[in-house]
Structure formats: C-alpha cells, structure tokens
C-alpha cells in the first residue's frame, strides 16, 4: 500500500497518529498514541486511569490476526456487604473504582506489535497536556457535570483553582503532563509497582474505596485469539469476551440468512429483519455473557450456522418480537481509534473511562480521573455477569476488522455508545459489505438499536417514510436517544476505514469530522 489512514474520535488523536505514521510507526504505533492524546484531548471519554478496552488487528507480517483484551478486573477485596443495595456505589465514587487498565493493555499491544518505544508514542500526548487545548462549548459542559458530581479533592485536582476554565481558554494539564512525561522516562510499568499505585491507593482508600496495591500488581493484559466468523466472502472479526463483539457477529450470523443486498438501503425491510435479529441475539448476552474464566460461554453454539439459522425463521414481515430483558444505560463516554497502515498492519482498539469522567475520582498530583469498572457488572440474581474479588467485567466494546477471502486486510471499524455499540458495528458491516457504500457514508446513515423490547430507537436522520412502514410492519418506533451521545444520533461518532483491494487505496472517514480523520500519502 502507498497509503496510511486514521479515524479517531479528535483531530488531536488523527494528528498524533498522523506524526506517529509519518516517522515510521506502523499502525499499532500510531492507535497508541492517538490513544494516549486522547486520554488528554478527551479525559472524560477515556484515560490513563479507565477501567480497559479492547483491541483487534491483522498483522503484515505472517498475516496474523491478534486480540488484546485489557478489560479491568473487581478488586480482590470485594465483598457485597460493602456495596449493600445501593447501585450508586457501584457506578460513582471511591467504591466504583477497579485497577486501571488502559496503560498496561496499550504497552502491551506497543511492545508485542509495535515498532516504536512508549516514550516515541506518548510525546504527541505530553506535548498536548502541557501546551493545553481549547476549552470548548461541548467540554465545558461536561466539565460542568463533573464538578456537580466530584467531591473537593477531585475538583482541586483537576483544577488547582476549583473553577471549570471558561469557554474559548486552553486547558492545560501539569500533573498529567508530568505523569505523561515520567511513564516516557521510567517506562508504563511504574504505573503499577512504586509511588504511583501507592498514591492512587491512598486517596482510593481515604475515600472509602477498596482498591489496593495488590491489584496494581497482579494486573495483566491478555494477547488473545480473536473471534472470527465468515460475513459474505469476508472475514469479520472482534475480540472475544469479555468483549461486547459476540453479539455483533451473532447478528451477522442472522442477516447472513437474508439477501440484504436485494433490498433498499437503510429501508424499512432491512431495518425490520435488523431489529429481530438484535433481540433474538441479545437474549443470549442475559444468559451467557460474563467473565468467560469464571464460566464458560458456548461460543460455537452461538455462532453457529444453526443458532442463526433458527433465529432467522422466527423472523416474519408482521411479527415482531418482544422478550422480558431489560434494556441497558448507554453512555457514549469511550474512545475508538482505526489505523491502516502502508505495509498492511490494521487495528481497531476501543477504552473507556465508563461513564462521563467514570467514577468521578481524580488523583491529586496525578491529575488522573479514575474509571469505574464495578458499575460493569450486572446486579441481578443468578447473572453471569455478578460481581466477584478478581473478576473481570463483561463489557460493550467491539472493535472490528474485515479481511478479505484471501486473508487481507479491507476494513475496519468501531465506535462508542455503550449498548448501542454492539447493533451499529453490525450496521457498520452491513453498510460496507452489502449495500457497498463509502466509510463516509456508512458512518453517517440512518441506524436502530433495540435490545429486547419495543420500542426500537432510530437516528433523526431517517426518512418520515421509513419510520411509517416500520409502524406498519408493528414496530414501535422512537426518534434519537435519551441516554449517550448526540440527542438525534444512535450510539456515539463512528469510525471507519476501506482499503481497495485493486488499488489500495484507503478511504477513513470520522463522524467527529473531516480533521478527526485523515489519509496520508506514504510515497511523499
């Protein structure tokens, strides 16, 4: 290829990855360190204290398809006593905390698949945390929400002064900078062995928290094997749980059964057999989906051609379906980076702090919002997904790629949006492969997301009439979402990148916006 993309949720993060490219990294290098100026561009999206992610890449070299799961983990002083009733305790505050996962998973894909130092990666990051960045409209109100919630502590040390910096002003962040600079030094292992758990751990702990030094140190990432099924004479492919992926290809798996192609782009019909499909594939999440080294998960069964042929004969033109599961919160507050590169190496890497700025908690001195992992796990009695000492969480998070039959790499896309990032990767799949549209097109057109019961949720931008044959059809339909991302859109801003099989071209498109995303002649 001559050619490299990017598609991050932040110009900063696409001018990162874009220097990283341009001074020889390869794409894991460049999904790096877009990551880590994220961390700083977004802090309440993602950061150095989120609870984990996901990563999936295809890898020039012996075209290896690799996994990195660097979900986080419940403390292993757990007790639900501690907790009692009270889902607030698992969602915000010292409690909420779980070991910080998004360092070790990133050094870990950088120095398994990567090509340049952690120091090389992170200085787009420091640069950016000590020169700051404009305080926009959008960040200020966030920033506002934050303060609403975060106790004294927290807000000094976001901000010395305890004001939220006024709009068109430039944030700058010293004790991130710092840490930045010193992980660049010592290396992102002293994340967590030294002063740095130990002061994470003291104010945790001075909080109420249950967060300890033991964590910090038994905490590893995994490189695992990637979930892979065939979609259309492609191979697709997301990592596996605790990943949220599995049920992206379910989906798949049922609207292989149908001729999509044959049907009108984003029209009624499609939507309809969509919709049936999410349902019937969401149920299994209930029932299977947890931590898989706790219980295992019938990954075959579920992917079977069986599974998704049984599924597809529930579905009829003027039946829909409705199960008794309950539908979940869907914040938008994560981060995906997409980067191909002109050897061939394409990665799809998700993280997230949870919620808008996760637990609420910063680090004073360290400048570091902490995550909150608890509120991943599921509360319910019986639920695979229960929360245990050591435990990891299931989660949304589905970066994907798409190889071609011969095994090359031809797309790659992900997204934020909590639940909703399970249904529109799928939409994201079926927009490339069978109504075969450009990624700018594919990020931007008209999705659904519905997990169990009417109604389904639709993006503002899909046609009156479209909406009016669903309702026909028997859906119950409702405009936008009332829970993550914008009020007229469905999950968070995409990404995606193609890459021409005949020409290796590379098209990379961002709903972030033309600056969030770019093409980089390598030849110059």
Same mark, same amino acid.
């Given at each position: 290829?001559?050619?490299?993309?990017?598609?991050?949720?932040?110009?900063?993060?696409?001018?990162?990855?874009? #220097?990283?490219?341009? /001074?020889?990294?390869?794409?894991?290098?460049?999904?790096?360190?877009?990551?880590?100026?994220?961390?700083?561009?977004?802090?309440?999206?993602?950061?150095?204290?989120?609870?984990?992610?996901?990563?999936?890449?295809?890898?020039?070299?012996?075209?290896?398809?690799?996994?990195?799961?660097?979900?986080?983990?419940?403390?292993?002083?757990?007790?639900?006593?501690?907790?009692? =009733?009270?889902?607030?305790?698992?969602?915000?505050?010292?409690?909420?905390?779980?070991?910080?996962?998004?360092?070790?998973?990133?050094?870990?894909?950088?120095?398994?698949?990567?090509?340049?130092?952690?120091?090389?990666?992170?200085?787009?990051?420091?640069? +950016?945390?000590?020169?700051?960045? @404009?305080?926009?409209?959008?960040?200020?109100?966030?920033?506002? #929400?934050?303060?609403?919630?975060?106790?004294?502590? =927290?807000?000094?040390? !976001?901000?010395?002064?305890?004001?939220?910096?006024?709009?068109?002003?430039?944030?700058?962040?010293? #004790?991130?900078?710092?840490?930045?600079?010193?992980?660049?030094?010592?290396?992102?292992?002293?994340?967590?062995?030294? %002063?740095?758990?130990?002061?994470?751990?003291?104010?945790?702990?001075?909080?109420?928290?249950? !967060?300890?030094?033991?964590?910090?140190?038994?905490?590893?990432?995994?490189?695992?094997?990637?979930?892979?099924?065939?979609? $259309?004479?492609?191979?697709?492919?997301?990592?596996?749980?605790?990943?949220?992926?599995?049920?992206?290809?379910?989906?798949?798996?049922?609207?292989?059964?149908?001729?999509?192609?044959?049907?009108?782009?984003?029209?009624?019909?499609?939507?309809?057999?969509?919709?049936?499909?999410?349902?019937? =594939?969401?149920?299994?999440?209930?029932?299977?989906?947890?931590?898989?080294?706790? /219980?295992?998960?019938?990954?075959?069964?579920?992917?079977?051609?069986?599974?998704?042929?049984?599924?597809?004969?529930?579905?009829?033109?003027?039946?829909?379906?409705?199960? @008794?599961?309950?539908?979940?919160?869907?914040?938008?507050?994560?981060?995906?980076?997409?980067?191909?590169?002109?050897?061939?190496?394409?990665?799809?890497?998700?993280?997230?702090?949870?919620?808008?700025?996760?637990?609420?908690?910063?680090?004073?001195?360290?400048?570091?919002?902490?995550?909150?992992?608890?509120?991943?796990? %599921?509360?319910?009695?019986?639920?695979?997904?229960?929360?245990?000492?050591?435990?990891?969480?299931?989660?949304?998070?589905?970066?994907?790629?798409?190889?071609?039959? %011969?095994?090359?790499?031809?797309?790659?896309?992900?997204?934020?949006?909590?639940?909703?990032?399970?249904?529109?990767?799928?939409?994201?799949?079926?927009?490339?492969?069978?109504?075969?549209?450009?990624?700018? +097109?594919?990020?931007?057109?008209?999705?659904?997301?519905?997990?169990?019961?009417? @109604?389904?949720?639709? =993006?503002?931008?899909?046609?009156?009439?479209?909406?009016?044959?669903? $309702?026909?059809?028997?859906?119950?339909?409702? /405009?936008?979402?009332?829970?993550?991302?914008?009020?007229?859109?469905?999950?968070?801003?995409?990404?995606?990148?193609?890459?021409?099989?005949?020409?290796?071209?590379?098209?990379?498109?961002?709903?972030?916006?033309?600056?969030?995303?770019?093409?980089? %002649?390598?030849?110059?």
């Amino acid at each position: 290829m001559r050619q490299s993309a990017v598609a991050t949720p932040h110009p900063a993060a696409a001018a990162a990855a874009r #220097d990283i490219l341009l /001074r020889g990294g390869n794409a894991i290098d460049a999904a790096v360190g877009a990551m880590l100026a994220c961390c700083v561009a977004t802090p309440g999206a993602v950061g150095l204290g989120g609870y984990g992610g996901s990563l999936v890449a295809c890898l020039a070299t012996g075209a290896r398809t690799v996994a990195v799961d660097f979900d986080s983990h419940a403390p292993l002083a757990y007790r639900p006593e501690l907790f009692g =009733s009270l889902q607030q305790r698992y969602e915000l505050g010292h409690l909420s905390i779980t070991v910080p996962a998004v360092v070790a998973g990133l050094e870990l894909a950088l120095t398994r698949f990567g090509t340049l130092s952690w120091a090389a990666v992170s200085e787009p990051a420091i640069v +950016l945390a000590e020169k700051g960045l @404009p305080v926009t409209a959008l960040l200020r109100q966030q920033l506002d #929400d934050w303060a609403k919630k975060a106790d004294a502590t =927290s807000q000094r040390a !976001l901000f010395p002064s305890s004001t939220v910096p006024e709009i068109g002003t430039t944030w700058q962040q010293p #004790d991130m900078a710092r840490l930045l600079r010193r992980l660049s030094q010592q290396g992102p292992g002293a994340f967590y062995h030294g %002063d740095i758990p130990q002061m994470i751990v003291r104010q945790v702990r001075a909080g109420g928290g249950i !967060l300890a030094e033991e964590d910090f140190e038994r905490y590893q990432p995994e490189v695992v094997e990637p979930l892979a099924i065939d979609y $259309r004479g492609m191979r697709v492919l997301t990592p596996p749980p605790p990943s949220g992926g599995l049920t992206s290809l379910q989906i798949l798996k049922v609207l292989e059964q149908f001729e999509l192609s044959n049907l009108e782009p984003w029209g009624a019909e499609y939507f309809h057999l969509f919709a049936e499909a999410a349902k019937q =594939s969401w149920q299994d999440r209930a029932v299977y989906f947890g931590d898989p080294d706790v /219980r295992p998960i019938p990954i075959d069964k579920l992917l079977s051609d069986e599974s998704a042929k049984e599924k597809a004969t529930q579905i009829h033109k003027n039946n829909v379906l409705r199960f @008794p599961v309950s539908t979940s919160r869907s914040p938008q507050h994560t981060a995906n980076i997409v980067v191909a590169d002109a050897e061939g190496n394409v990665v799809s890497v998700t993280a997230t702090q949870g919620y808008l700025y996760g637990s609420t908690v910063v680090i004073d001195g360290l400048g570091l919002v902490m995550g909150h992992g608890m509120s991943r796990f %599921d509360l319910a009695e019986g639920s695979p997904n229960a929360p245990a000492p050591g435990k990891r969480m299931f989660h949304n998070m589905a970066p994907m790629i798409l190889l071609t039959a %011969d095994g090359r790499p031809w797309a790659a896309v992900g997204l934020p949006g909590g639940p909703k990032i399970v249904t529109v990767t799928a939409q994201l799949v079926v927009s490339l492969v069978d109504f075969k549209v450009a990624p700018i +097109l594919a990020v931007s057109a008209p999705r659904v997301h519905v997990e169990a019961d009417e @109604p389904i949720a639709v =993006s503002a931008t899909m046609p009156e009439r479209v909406i009016e044959e669903l $309702r026909t059809i028997g859906h119950t339909v409702s /405009r936008g979402q009332n829970v993550g991302g914008l009020p007229n859109e469905i999950g968070g801003k995409a990404n995606a990148i193609v890459i021409d099989p005949s020409t290796h071209d590379v098209l990379a498109a961002s709903q972030a916006g033309e600056a969030a995303a770019v093409t980089i %002649d390598m030849t110059q």
